[in-house]
């Protein structure tokens, strides 16, 4: 069995982006997941699966952040093919004292989408924080994860 090399490395050890000229346009799909743990402060303003603070609405505003953030992923992953999205869909629900953002992509392309899922998740995670900081700081993002992909090569589901 052939030792898996980095895609994104040339056999001199320089960076660069994977040709994906060769690969088949197929359906690709990605969900992603990221998981923000707060304190009392904050679990204690949320009423409604919704957030208000002075910024205003938490969660929606979460949740356009993470689809513009999808958009532009090729602009802040190097090495990211800019892709024309064809949907893209941000939840966020509430458990104990987790907030849960869940993330989909959709394209139609050569390459896949696990990328713009997973900074979906990572943008809306980190807008949730930007508006509750002056609540608390006493929030930690963490399990920023793929939890599946569809289209390619091989299918991937966590």
Known sequence: ??????????DAGNPQMVDVSAKAVTRRTARAQ?????GSAI????????LITKKGP??????????????????????????????????????????????EATVTAKTG????????????????YDMCKALSHDM???EVQLLEKTGGKKDFRR
């Open 34 to 38: 990221a998981v923000i743990t707060v």
């Open 43 to 50: 679990l204690k303003q949320i009423r409604n699966n919704e």
């Open 58 to 103: 938490v969660f929606q505003t979460a949740i356009l952040a993470g689809v513009m953030g999808a958009k532009k992923t090729s602009e802040l992953i190097p090495f990211c093919h800019p892709l024309g999205l064809e949907d893209c869909q941000v939840k966020i629900t509430t458990a104990r004292n987790k907030i849960v953002i869940t993330t």
């Open 113 to 128: 989408v696990e990328m713009e899922a997973l900074t979906a998740a990572s943008v809306a995670a980190l807008t949730v």
């Open 140 to 142: 930690v993002i963490g």
């Open 1 to 10: 069995m052939p030792k898996k090399q980095f895609t994104h490395i040339d």
